[in-house]
Structures are given as structure tokens and as C-alpha cells.
């Protein structure tokens, strides 16, 4: 790319171009309740114009869109796989079975604090929020719905358990990027998120609690239980083999292999127990992984609950992941953020005011990349010169990023995170948002410390002062 003729957008042009691509998307959802890919697309076409006005040619800014969508190809790969797992699941019996022993061992009124322990055990043994929700959150999805819980609320423990241990796990790969991009290290990064993760966590937990209380034995639709239990009971052999494909699963995700190859698998051995044990045709099976399973019993709790999954059902997520990291992309590349933050960043003097920058960054740029792996390295790259210029410890950083951005991911409905929640739960974002409080209350939490200096841990030496960001000019 020819840098020479591309002036950087001032502070203004910057801002305008920003604004413009949230108009689109925010006017085509409140106006015409448009479906938000093409609004995404809309955007990315709109921004064209802006960018050759900087001097970009209409191959560099493709290059760019591409460039930033060939990062769905493996998130996009996960989706596709986890529709055929969910559908898989379904046919083998082990969704079916996990809704059955969970409708009978737990009680309602602590099934969510439950939910919410059960996904931090998995997630932290495997050090993935997608595999703890792909696994654990399917199944107790199922058994809340049946005690009469509320969807989001359901969702919102899963998530806030799911993303506990893929915050505070050694095996995640977000809690070993943030060090890594701020220049600390693993194990001071994991203890300095326990001030901000604990009180947040037991917080969660209290509420999830509380909550829980008002759902009891009055509170479950009998008829509507019954009616699920006998049918499952009639349509699948519900046992422990049918729990075969969870174990496999969860075993590889343990072992840190590859996510595709062992949602794959997990899925195939599912496919392998609907032939062997439930008595499906292999021609059944591969239109279930295909189109997801298919059911018409006629009782609204059973058909809501397993007609579901397959591969077809991920289609119009991975195309709003597509457009959302293309247009990401295109402000990367123009140097939107740099030049909105090079504006402010000489100014920034105090803990309270870094903190309250800082989770603003994280938060823009995951929704602007779509992805948390994008806010984490850019809100990190941004970031780190006024950290050092403060004489903070990189741990701070890389806390307050893990506090908003990994946490952040599941609740913007176009990021990856977002997209896999919503597609594997069955549950809007605006449905469950609400209820995700572990990722609501933990940067509030930050922001204290950030305001009062407790935990914001300074250097015992202070290091060479980094210049800060000069504004830019186009």
C-alpha cells in the first residue's frame, strides 16, 4: 500500500465517519426495523467514499474488508460445527437426557445460582466460555425452560458462569492475549482480575439467588413438565450413554485441542449414538446435521425445546460476523480510533479518568471489530503509552480489558461472541442482556478502583515516560 498519498482523518473527519456508520445501522433498527446484515453492508459501502477522500484507492479499501473478514473463516467455522452439534445432540438423546436428570435434581428456586456454578466449573476446567455455553448452557437452557424460567435469566447465569472461567482460567486464550498485548505476565494478570472478578462474582451470585427464590414447585407448569418428561422418555433411550458425546467433548476442550475438529467430533459421536441407540437412519442423521432436528409432537414445550440446531441455522449469523469485521476493518484502517483518542490522550492525568477511557476504548473498539480478540489487541495497543506515561503496571490494563471487552463480547449482538451466544441458547441479546451480571457489575467495580487508586498498582521503579499521542492531521 502506498502510505504516501493517505493523509490521517483529523479528529473531526474521524468522528464524522464513526457517527455516519452507527446512523446507518441505528436508523435502519429504530426506523424500519431492518435486519441488521444489510444494514452492516450498507455500512461498509457508505464508508467507501471516506476513505478514498483520504487517499485510499478502491482496491486498498477492498483489501481492507477482506483482510478484516478472512478473521470469520475460524469463528465462522465454530458456528457452522456447533449447529451440527446442537442437532446431533438432540438425536443422540444426550440434550434430551441432560434436560431429564436436570428437571429432576434440581430445585427451582436454585437452579440459577446453580446454572451459574455448574458453567465457572466447566469453563474454568476447560478455559472456554463458547464450549461451557455449546455444552453446559444447551442442556440447563433446556431444564429452565421446563421449571418455567424465564429464557434471559437462564441465559444471563450461563453467561456470566461461562465467562467467569474464561476470564480467570490459565487454559483461555483471551487471559493469555491481554498480558501478552500490555507486556505483563499470566499469573500477576490472573491475581490482579481477582479484585475486580470476586466482588463481582459473588454479587452475581447473591442476585441469581434472591431471584431464584421467587421460582418454586408452584411456579413449574406441571402439565407442561409432565407432557416433556413422558414424551422424552417415550421418543429417546435416556441413560449415561447418551452422555457419551459431552464427555469426548469436554475431555478435548481440556486437552486444548482444537476447537472445530473437537465440536466435529463430539458432534459425529453424537450422530454415531442416534444410529446405534436411537435407532436413526444415517440418511436422518445427515439432514439433521444439515437442517437441525426436525419435530412435530404437537406440544408447544417439546417442539420449542428440540427443533433445533443444524448447519443452515448458522447461515445468517456467520454473514452479520462477515459484514460486522468488514466494516471493523475499514476504520482500523483509516485510523478512526487513533485519531479520536490522539485528540484527548495528552490530557489524561488521573487513575479515575484512564479507567473511565479505558472502558470506553474497549467497549468501541469491540463493537467496531466484532470480535473480542480485535478490541483486546487494539484497546491494548491504544492504551499502553499512557499507562506507562502513569507509571501503572501492565496488569492494570490488561484487567480492565478482560473486565469490559471479554466480558463485553457476548452482549453486542454483531460481534463473534454475540452471534454464538444468541445462536446457541435460542435467545435474543436484548433477551438475555439484561440479566448478564457479572459483566455489568465487574467494570463498575474497576471504575472504583480506577477512581479511588485502591489496587491500581504503580511500578516500584518508574519507567521512562512514553510520549503520549499527538493529534494527527489530514
Known amino acids: 500500500m502506498d502510505t504516501n498519498t493517505i493523509k490521517k482523518p483529523t479528529f473531526m473527519y474521524a468522528l464524522l465517519m464513526l457517527l455516519t456508520a452507527v446512523a446507518v445501522i441505528s436508523i435502519g433498527i429504530l426506523a424500519f426495523d431492518a435486519p441488521i446484515q444489510i444494514l452492516m453492508f450498507f455500512s461498509m459501502l457508505v464508508l467507501i467514499p471516506f476513505m478514498m477522500k483520504l487517499g485510499f484507492t478502491y482496491k486498498q479499501v477492498e483489501k481492507s474488508m477482506m483482510r478484516s473478514m478472512g478473521r470469520a473463516l475460524q469463528p465462522g467455522l465454530i458456528l457452522l460445527t456447533v449447529g451440527v452439534l446442537i442437532g446431533a445432540w438432540i438425536a443422540s438423546g444426550t440434550v434430551p437426557t441432560l434436560i431429564t436428570y436436570g428437571i429432576n435434581a434440581v430445585s427451582p428456586q436454585f437452579f440459577l445460582v446453580t446454572t451459574l456454578l455448574f458453567c465457572s466449573l466447566v469453563s474454568v476446567a476447560t478455559g472456554t466460555s463458547w464450549g461451557t455455553i455449546g455444552t453446559a448452557g444447551i442442556a440447563m437452557m433446556g431444564v429452565g425452560t421446563t421449571l418455567g424460567i424465564p429464557v434471559g435469566l437462564t441465559a444471563g447465569a450461563i453467561i456470566s458462569g461461562a465467562y467467569f472461567g474464561d476470564k480467570m482460567s490459565p487454559l483461555s486464550d483471551t487471559t493469555n492475549l491481554a498480558p501478552t498485548v500490555t507486556g505483563g505476565d499470566l499469573f500477576s494478570h490472573i491475581k490482579h482480575m481477582l479484585w475486580t472478578t470476586v466482588p463481582a462474582y459473588l454479587i452475581t451470585a447473591i442476585i441469581f439467588t434472591l431471584v431464584g427464590l421467587k421460582y418454586n414447585a408452584s411456579s413449574v407448569d406441571a402439565v407442561s413438565v409432565n407432557q416433556l418428561l413422558a414424551y422424552l422418555d417415550e421418543t429417546f433411550h435416556i441413560g449415561i450413554v447418551p452422555l457419551i458425546p459431552i464427555i469426548v467433548l469436554i475431555t478435548l476442550l481440556m486437552l486444548k485441542k482444537p476447537a472445530v475438529p473437537s465440536i466435529f467430533i463430539g458432534a459425529a459421536v453424537g450422530g454415531v449414538i442416534a444410529f446405534l441407540y436411537q435407532g436413526f437412519s444415517f440418511a436422518d442423521i445427515f439432514t439433521i446435521f444439515y437442517s437441525g432436528y426436525e419435530v412435530e409432537s404437537g406440544i408447544e414445550v417439546v417442539d420449542s425445546l428440540l427443533q433445533r440446531g443444524g448447519l443452515t441455522s448458522m447461515l445468517a449469523l456467520i454473514a452479520l460476523f462477515l459484514f460486522a469485521l468488514g466494516l471493523g476493518g475499514m476504520l482500523a484502517e483509516a485510523g478512526v480510533l487513533e485519531a479520536i483518542i490522539a485528540s484527548f490522550a495528552h ?105 479511588t487508586g485502591l489496587t491500581m498498582t504503580k511500578n516500584e521503579e518508574p519507567k521512562k515516560k512514553s510520549k503520549a499521542m499527538e493529534p494527527v492531521e489530514a
Open 347 to 451: 490530557k489524561i492525568q488521573h487513575t479515575g479518568t484512564l479507567v473511565f477511557v479505558t472502558i470506553i476504548v474497549s467497549y468501541v473498539t469491540l463493537a467496531i471489530g466484532g470480535s473480542i480478540y480485535f478490541s483486546t489487541v487494539m484497546g491494548g495497543t491504544l492504551m499502553r503509552p499512557i499507562f506507562e506515561r502513569l507509571n501503572l503496571k501492565p496488569e492494570n490494563l490488561s484487567r480492565i480489558l478482560e473486565d469490559t471487552g471479554t466480558q463485553g463480547g457476548a452482549l453486542v449482538p454483531w460481534t463473534g461472541s454475540g452471534i454464538y451466544t444468541a445462536g446457541a441458547l435460542g435467545v435474543a441479546t436484548g433477551a438475555y442482556l439484561p440479566f448478564c451480571f457479572l459483566a455489568l457489575i465487574t467494570p463498575m467495580v474497576s471504575l472504583f478502583y480506577g477512581i
